[in-house]
């Protein structure tokens, strides 16, 4: 590795990426995903690559590595790395490149690694097999690693296996292994969006840090502007394969030129005015407490709730708090061991199956994974009617009218009618599952995190259509997220919940302000700002409380 900071490590010229496609009823075809794209990265400096899905980031992160995953072809321009051109190398070449120069960090630690391999095995297998060092070296530049990532143990850690570590500790092992073989590049393809907003901060801590610290080049791709701000030098701004903007990372996020680079910095602007609560909720959740068939441990404990007719109750916490189990309780999917779920002023039975169907239709809900929740062999047409037959007894014309008033509701409009799930973009298919929620006219919509695996200006659509059909049809949301951008925007009320309890709990204007508990402080100080140098006060701050202790 040369000395020069400012000496380019990695050069794309005129980029063009291709795929085959091949839909439904339809001849196969080329689309081009990179259309042109040139970049350049200099030694010890982080570019980011932002935008929506589809915009060509990790497929440009790959070409990076020779790679094109998924019959995703290079078919123009040059990747030079070193120098050299990798894509004139063959395949030795790019073996002797992948895993030794440039090394890949995934969005999903837990399927990167081998389940019966221990971590160390796994983390210092690219090193010995590109034989840059001996394994005595190697396990000791992994265990500095380790402790430099902030991971427990680092002298020992190496010796588990993935499950008995959490998936914020296996997404900086991930990052140690890739730093382990000594590369000159790493490209990071969204590595903490699937972490919570606690662990999310405290990896990407380690990742900058590590970053300073060896030297190394990265490409760090994203959809979140904010997290990326704080790790980049520098940006580039992608769309549909094209290069949208790329400047400096202070120019982008305070001085944005495009239309569509603004549009990105602005995203979650909503203004929702926080509304007074009705005197009867619609929703009442008192002393719940449950634990999953089978255990004697508890998972969700006392908890006391209310959601109240056209408001929005966020519930809100990490993984494991308890917020989707008490979505199962109040669908009857798990009996609550105490306590009872009230609504419309009836008692419901604890389990699902003895509810009437006018339980079942009042309270619907709307999942996170769109993709999983459709049939894939139905229609749209099929999907939001099948509600419609099921409740009211449509059939016909009458059912396709009312088919036709709700895709308008949801903005889509009829032509997208008789169109399978695999031929709608991701905000388009949980569009069609809000307006199957809707057409069984519920009082009540559980929201598991629906804008969660979406790009924030598709999520940020999402939102507006959810709070527009409050308004509309006076529906009451019980809205399960983590993201706290998400509840400033559209909550009315708010219950903060940690392993299991609601640790604070009532209207968002007071819920949001201090005095916080320890908790509900961590959380919304964990929320990443579009200010340089954020990520650097928080930990600071967090040192100093630390200290303080």
């Known amino acids: 590795m040369a000395d020069s900071a400012t000496e380019t490590l990695l050069d794309i010229r005129n980029l063009r990426i291709e795929a085959t496609v091949y839909p439904p009823g339809e001849d196969p075809h080329d689309i081009t995903i990179v259309d042109d794209v040139s970049l350049t990265l200099a030694r010890g400096r982080v570019l980011g690559l932002i935008g929506e899905s589809g915009a060509g980031k990790s497929t440009i992160g790959l070409s990076s590595m020779g790679y094109g995953r998924g019959g995703v072809r290079i078919t123009g321009g040059e990747v030079l790395l070193n120098g050299r051109d990798i894509l004139k190398g063959g395949k030795s070449g790019l073996r002797g490149v992948r895993g030794r120069e440039v090394c890949y960090v995934a969005q999903s630690a837990a399927a990167a690694f081998n389940p019966a391999h221990r971590l160390m095995d796994q983390v210092t297998e690219a090193a010995m097999k590109h034989g840059t060092a001996d394994r005595q070296s190697v396990v000791a530049r992994a265990i500095d690693l380790f402790g430099q990532l902030g991971l427990p143990d680092p002298d020992t850690i190496g010796q588990r ?38 662990t999310q901060i405290e990896v990407l801590a380690a990742i900058k840090l590590a970053i300073r610290k060896t030297g190394v080049a990265a490409l760090y791709i994203s959809h979140d502007l904010a997290v990326v701000a704080q790790v980049s030098d520098e940006m580039m701004v992608l769309r549909h394969g094209k290069l949208v903007e790329h400047g400096e990372t202070r120019q982008i996020i305070e001085s944005p030129v495009e239309e569509y680079t603004q549009a990105l910095v602005s995203v979650r602007s909503i203004k929702h005015v926080e509304k007074e609560p009705t005197p009867e909720p619609v929703l009442t959740i008192r002393g719940v407490t449950a634990a999953y068939p089978g255990t004697s ?30 979505a199962r309780v109040i669908t009857g999917l798990l009996p609550p061991r105490e306590g009872s779920v009230e609504f419309a002023g009836r008692t419901l039975s604890a389990t699902m199956e003895k509810r009437s169907r006018d339980d079942l239709r009042e309270l619907q809900m709307i999942y996170q994974m769109a993709d999983v929740a459709m049939n894939p062999r139905q229609t749209v047409r099929t999907i939001v009617g099948r509600p419609l037959e099921f409740y009211f007894g449509l059939r016909g014309a009458e059912r396709d009218r009312r088919i036709a008033e709700l895709l308008d509701e949801i903005e889509m409009g009829t032509g997208f009618i008789d169109r399978y799930p695999a031929e709608l973009s991701g905000g388009q298919k949980q569009r069609v599952c ?69 640790v604070r709990y009532g209207p968002k204007s007071e819920v949001l302000s201090p005095p916080f508990d320890a908790y509900t402080d961590l959380l919304l100080s964990s929320v990443p700002e ?9 930990i600071e701050n967090r040192r100093m409380e630390s200290a303080g202790n």
């Open 161 to 198: 296996y993935p499950h008995q570590v959490s998936g914020g500790q296996l997404q900086r092992v991930m990052t140690a292994m890739a730093l382990a073989s000594g590369p000159d590049l790493i490209v990071f393809d969204e590595p903490t969006t699937a972490l919570d907003v606690t």
């Open 530 to 538: 579009m200010k340089l140098g954020w990520l650097e006060n928080v």
């Open 434 to 502: 809000i307006a199957r929620a809707l057409a069984a006219k519920p009082n009540l919509i559980i929201c598991d995190e629906v804008t969660s695996a979406l790009d924030p200006l598709v999520a940020d659509g999402i939102l507006k259509l959810l709070l527009k059909l409050q308004a509309e049809e006076h529906v009451a949301f019980l809205f399960i997220t983590h993201d706290l951008a998400t509840v400033r925007a559209i909550a009315d009320s708010i219950a903060v919940m940690y392993q299991g309890e609601v």
């Open 297 to 326: 441990v508890d998972v969700l404990r006392d908890v006391n709730v209310e959601v109240h007719p056209g408001q929005t109750l966020a519930i809100v916490g990490e993984s494991g708090s308890g917020k989707s189990t008490l």
